[in-house]
Nanobody
Framework: QVHVVESGGGLVQAGGSLRVSCAAS????????MGWFRQAPGKEREFVAA????????FYADSVKGRFTISRDNAKNTVYLQMNSLKPEDTAVYYC???????????????????WGQGTQVTVSS
C-alpha cells in the first residue's frame, strides 16, 4: 500500500506563483513515476505534469508547459510542482498520484496511476 499526501495549495492572484508538494510513503520504491492531475468543477480530471523518480525525465501538458515545473527529492520520495504565471483557468483541485509503469513512456492518463492523494485546492483570482 502507498500513502500519498499533497500540501501547499491556496489562493493566489492571477500572474502569481504557488508551489504544491506531494510525499509518497508505504513501500519500497523503485522505477516509479509521480504525477500531478487537476480537476475543476464540472470538468474531467486532467493531466498536468509527471516525473520519473529515477532519472528525472519529465512530461507536461501543453496548457502548463513553460509556466509549471515539476521537480523531485528522491531522498524524501517527494515531488514539487512550481506554478508560475498562474491564470484563473488553473483553478482546480490538484491531485498527486503514483504509477509503476512497465514501459519507458511516462504515463499521463488517470487509469495508469495506482495510488492517489486526497487533493489540494488551488484558486487563482482574477
Amino acid at each position: 500500500q502507498v500513502h500519498v499526501v499533497e500540501s501547499g495549495g491556496g489562493l493566489v492572484q492571477a500572474g502569481g506563483s504557488l508551489r504544491v508538494s506531494c510525499a509518497a510513503s508505504g513501500r519500497t520504491f523503485s522505477s516509479y513515476v509521480m504525477g500531478w492531475f487537476r480537476q475543476a468543477p464540472g470538468k474531467e480530471r486532467e493531466f498536468v505534469a509527471a516525473i520519473r523518480m529515477s532519472g528525472g525525465d519529465t512530461f507536461y501538458a501543453d496548457s502548463v508547459k513553460g509556466r509549471f515545473t515539476i521537480s523531485r527529492d528522491n531522498a524524501k520520495n517527494t515531488v514539487y510542482l512550481q506554478m508560475n504565471s498562474l491564470k484563473p483557468e488553473d483553478t482546480a483541485v490538484y491531485y498527486c498520484a503514483v504509477a509503476f509503469p512497465s514501459t519507458p513512456r511516462i504515463p499521463n492518463w488517470t487509469y495508469e496511476y495506482d495510488y492517489w492523494g486526497q487533493g489540494t485546492q488551488v484558486t487563482v483570482s482574477s
